[in-house]
């Protein structure tokens, strides 16, 4: 079992490029989430999907955007890159239709930056 | 505003009783988490806790007063592989988690 595979591993891009973060769970998990972590932050929520074929902003959402076209996949596309959106991006799911209340599992992560 | 407040770095000895404490304030309650995260990695669960009182999972026990708003993991036995960041966040009343940046949790032998 895979649980929530992340690519690319890390990635070094040229700002004003577009780039697209790929997230899979194999759990039939409904709910999936994207966030960042930066050095002195806690976690911050990007967007997240209740069920597939919804999704909802959270707590820092400009500058990227995300599609639910199936349970599986939770891609987050960078439009335009700037500076600011080098993080470390998480991608997590978990077992809820109200959102959170269970048990959110990550995985590895994807490593961004942005020059 | 919503907040989750815990200390940046705590040092400890192996073999040793550790506490990490957490604050917190959301926009309603649902529950208390603490999660694991080592260097490099991503985090893992640890704890839920959305009653008073002390839950205990072997060496890990968290502990939970929502009247204080109030938590903290109690780390026993300390061991080496115990050094990692560990990270409380709190379910809102939207079942969104507001996480804290984490304790960095340094073992000395």
């Known amino acids: 079992i895979a649980g929530i595979t992340q690519a690319p591993t890390s990635q070094i891009l040229a700002a004003g490029r577009r780039m697209t973060l790929r997230c899979t769970q194999d759990?039939?998990?409904?709910?999936m989430y994207w966030y960042r972590q930066d050095l002195g932050l806690g976690l911050r929520l990007i967007h997240y999907?209740?069920?597939?074929?919804?999704?909802g902003k959270g707590e820092v959402p400009d500058g990227y955007s995300v599609s639910r076209a199936n349970t599986d996949d939770f891609p987050l596309t960078l439009a335009s890159a700037v500076p600011s959106q080098t993080s470390v991006y998480f991608c997590?799911?978990?077992?809820?239709?109200?959102?959170?209340?269970?048990?959110?599992?990550f995985g590895p992560g994807t490593r961004l930056t942005v020059l | 505003g919503q907040n989750i407040d815990q200390p940046t770095e705590m040092t400890a000895t192996e073999g040793a009783i550790v506490q990490i404490n957490c604050t917190y304030q959301?926009?309603?309650?649902?529950?208390l988490f603490w999660y694991q995260q080592h260097a490099g990695e991503a985090p893992t669960f640890l704890s839920y806790?959305?009653l008073d009182g002390l839950e205990e999972k072997g060496r890990f026990s968290s502990f939970l007063s929502r009247s204080k708003g109030y938590s903290y993991l109690l780390l026993k036995e300390l061991q080496m592989k115990d050094s990692a960041s560990y990270l409380c966040?709190?379910?809102?009343?939207?079942?969104?988690?507001?996480w804290g940046a984490g304790t960095k949790l340094i073992i000395k032998p």
């Open positions: 999907s209740n069920t597939a074929g919804t999704t």
């Open positions: 966040a709190g379910l809102d009343s939207n079942y969104q988690l507001i």
């Open positions: 806790n959305v």
């Open positions: 759990m039939r998990h409904n709910a």
């Open positions: 959301t926009s309603g309650f649902n529950g």
């Open positions: 997590a799911s978990s077992d809820s239709t109200s959102g959170g209340m269970d048990t959110q599992y």
